[in-house]
């Protein structure tokens, strides 16, 4: 396993549409071990091929139960290999997202409340989730990577372009200063 260098905004290489994987061989079974990795250690819930360099429809989660404190839960990760939604609920629901490739900015996106999702898993298994809650979210967000779209591109320009500019910044600070 390894982790992996995972891409910020506005790399352009985060706006290209992720080509489907065409089977779930020993490299891609390796490439989602090391993203499962990469996720956990950022900490983050989510990440999506894309976000580590690789243009492949396939995602990793790892959602913690809700209801519950996050702290002490077990890891339970979920990988998910050319995802399709197969129906969205027509009930929509708002929730403050965030994203690896957007260290520490965050906005509140509208997204359905509840999916289903058909999937390839691990194994190369054909699967079908039923997701609620911060799952659907995440998946949502999640497969958006795939078609190049990050979650501020669901808000407005005006805000967009501000967590744009406060990245930068950020940015600029963490850089070593000469000496
Ligand atoms: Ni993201």
């Not at 506005?10 to 891609?28: G, H, M, S, Y």
């Not at 209801?67 to 050319?82: A, D, F, H, T």
């Not at 979210?137 to 372009?161: K, P, T, W, Y």
């Amino acid at each position: 396993m390894a982790i992996l260098n995972i891409i910020e905004a506005p790399d352009p290489r985060l706006k290209v549409k992720a080509k489907p994987v065409k089977q779930v061989d020993a490299r891609i079974k390796q490439l989602l071990d090391d993203m499962v990795e990469t996720m956990h250690a950022a900490p983050g819930i989510g990440l999506a091929g894309p976000q580590v360099g690789e243009a492949l429809r396939l995602l990793v989660i790892d959602v913690p139960k809700e209801g519950l404190p996050r702290e002490g839960q077990p890891p339970n990760p979920m990988k998910i290999v050319n995802p399709e939604i197969v129906w969205a609920s027509d009930e929509l629901k708002p929730w403050e997202e965030g994203c690896l490739s957007l260290p520490e900015q965050y906005a509140e996106v509208v997204r359905p409340a509840e999916i289903k999702l058909r999937y390839l898993d691990e194994t190369g298994t054909k699967r079908e989730l039923h997701a609620t809650g911060v799952m659907a979210v995440c998946i949502q967000h999640e497969m958006d990577h795939l078609e190049g779209v990050l979650f501020v591109d669901h808000i407005s320009a005006l805000r967009r372009n501000m967590i744009l500019r406060k990245l930068q910044k950020a940015r600029k600070l963490k850089q070593p200063v000469p000496a």
